[in-house]
């Protein structure tokens, strides 16, 4: 019986095109995977502004100087509310995702993760506003954000608390009104806030691009 035996040496031509095709086929999964991340990506900011919740909902008395409130009963509707109106299910443009795959088949940049939260849009929402501690009967009550004071403050001029409850003024929260005149002052409760709440985003969107990207190069 014949035996042959045939040896075969890379030389370091070929080598080099071997890994640059290997490279080529990593790096279309890679991009690939980066697109199919969407659906994983909202679930992982979901997770970060579920993290940070606190910095985003006011303690009761925050929720009673804030005007978020009736006769002295904190409004859950607007406190829970308007903190959820930023999950990326909400559909109403406050929360913004996208994945794109960057050009080209090598490895490098593959792609692009965005996530953004629009504060102003936020604040703007019905739920993160509020009509400022009533006023006088026959007076017409200003609305703002409760939502942007409590995260930057506020100096209001044109208006003063007043704790006393005369007859004929009505008090949405039971504590007092806002008087016409003067100035109120609410300091910031939650500094801070947009930057642990961008923290958090990049922490957990990593931790979910790395899981995915991996997992897809390895079905190779």
Avoid: C
Wanted: aromatic share 4%; glycine share 10%; charged share 25%.
């Amino acid at each position: 019986m014949a035996k042959t035996t045939l040896t075969i040496k890379v030389t370091n031509s070929l080598e080099g095109q071997l890994r640059e095709e290997l490279n080529k086929k990593i790096g279309k999964v890679a991009r690939e995977a980066v697109v199919a991340l969407h659906p994983s990506v909202n679930r992982a900011v979901d997770e970060a502004i579920e993290r940070q919740k606190s910095d985003f909902i006011p303690t009761d008395s925050e929720a009673h100087e804030l005007g978020i409130g009736e006769d002295g009963s904190i409004d859950r509707t607007k406190t829970e509310g308007a903190y959820k109106g930023m999950l990326t299910g909400a559909n109403n443009g406050v929360t913004e995702t996208s994945t794109r795959a960057t050009p080209g088949t090598g490895l490098g940049r593959i792609g692009t993760i965005k996530a953004q939260v629009h504060m102003s849009v936020l604040f703007k929402t019905e739920l993160a506003k509020v009509l400022l501690t009533n006023t006088k009967e026959g007076q017409s009550p200003d609305e703002v954000s409760w939502m942007e004071w409590l995260l930057d403050g506020a100096t209001i001029s044109g208006h003063r608390f007043n704790p006393a409850i005369e007859k004929g003024n009505i008090s949405r929260t039971g504590a007092g009104i806002m008087d016409k005149g003067g100035l109120w002052q609410f300091s910031p409760a939650r500094p801070g806030a947009r930057e642990s709440l961008d923290d958090a985003m990049l922490q957990k969107i990593s931790e979910v691009a790395e899981r995915e990207i991996q997992k897809s190069i390895k079905g190779l």
